[in-house]
């Protein structure tokens, strides 16, 4: 059964924290994205991977960064957790190809800073 | 820019009524594609449908059908004959082709099916 495992689906924070989210899919898939989930404005991209070692800007990167030194693992990094990054974080991933393909989600993280 | 309106934040509605989800899109592509994502109380989004902007013939699995006007950008999704197991966030998303495998996505619409 094809799967992306996220290393947590629950953690609390401080403010000022380094927070590490992990992700790893086994489907040998090229894509890794990483998505915040908010009530009401729906999934968001943070960052997202084409190949190890690369990474692109989503629509709202500021306060993260990301590192892919495996294909099978892409893992999210806030620098100094702060409240307004209390949410949920949806890891997922897809085959490179021409055609935009289906994305296979983790099951997400929820990440409260206090 | 590419922009997905889902309007309906939340539905309810009584088992074995239809429903129908809304989802209205803006793109300047000529070429994009469309999805419909269910997310259960487990977290995990589940892949449901795409559709490329060129074939709009509506398409039907089962209870499920969707319904793509390109005259009013719009793709829609019916659920026929509701089942308390539907109950689900559903999200519509849209990937331009230049963009990749990037996709936007709407706001999400909470389906509560009671019994």
């Known amino acids: 059964d094809v799967k992306v495992t996220q290393s947590s689906r629950y953690l609390v924070k401080r403010t000022g924290e380094k927070v590490f989210l992990e992700c790893v899919q086994d489907m040998d898939h090229e894509n890794m994205f990483w998505y915040r989930q908010d009530p009401g404005l729906g999934l968001r991209l943070i960052y997202f991977s084409y190949d190890v070692k690369m990474k692109e800007k989503g629509d709202i990167p500021e306060g993260y960064s990301v590192s892919r030194e495996k294909k099978e693992r892409f893992s999210l990094i806030l620098e100094s957790a702060s409240t307004n990054q209390t949410s949920m974080y949806l890891c997922?991933?897809?085959?490179?190809?021409?055609?935009?393909?289906?994305?296979?989600f983790g099951e997400g993280s929820r990440l409260t800073v206090l | 820019a590419q922009k997905v309106t889902q309007a309906q934040t939340e539905i309810s509605v009584v088992e074995k009524e239809d429903v129908t989800l809304d989802c209205v899109y803006e793109?300047?592509?000529?070429?994009?594609?469309l999805f419909w994502y269910k997310q259960p109380p487990s977290g995990e989004l589940v892949f449901l449908i795409r559709r490329n902007s060129f074939d709009e013939q509506n398409e039907i699995s089962g209870r499920y059908s969707w319904n793509f006007q390109k005259s009013t950008s719009s793709f829609n999704f019916t659920i026929t004959a509701s089942q308390v197991v539907d109950s689900a966030v559903y999200f519509c998303?849209?990937?331009?082709?230049?963009?990749?495998?990037?996709?936007?996505f709407g706001g999400g619409t909470r389906l509560m099916v009671k019994p």
């Open positions: 997922a991933s897809s085959l490179l190809g021409t055609v935009t393909g289906e994305l296979f």
């Open positions: 793109t300047r592509d000529t070429t994009y594609y």
């Open positions: 998303a849209l990937s331009e082709a230049g963009a990749g495998n990037m996709l936007t």
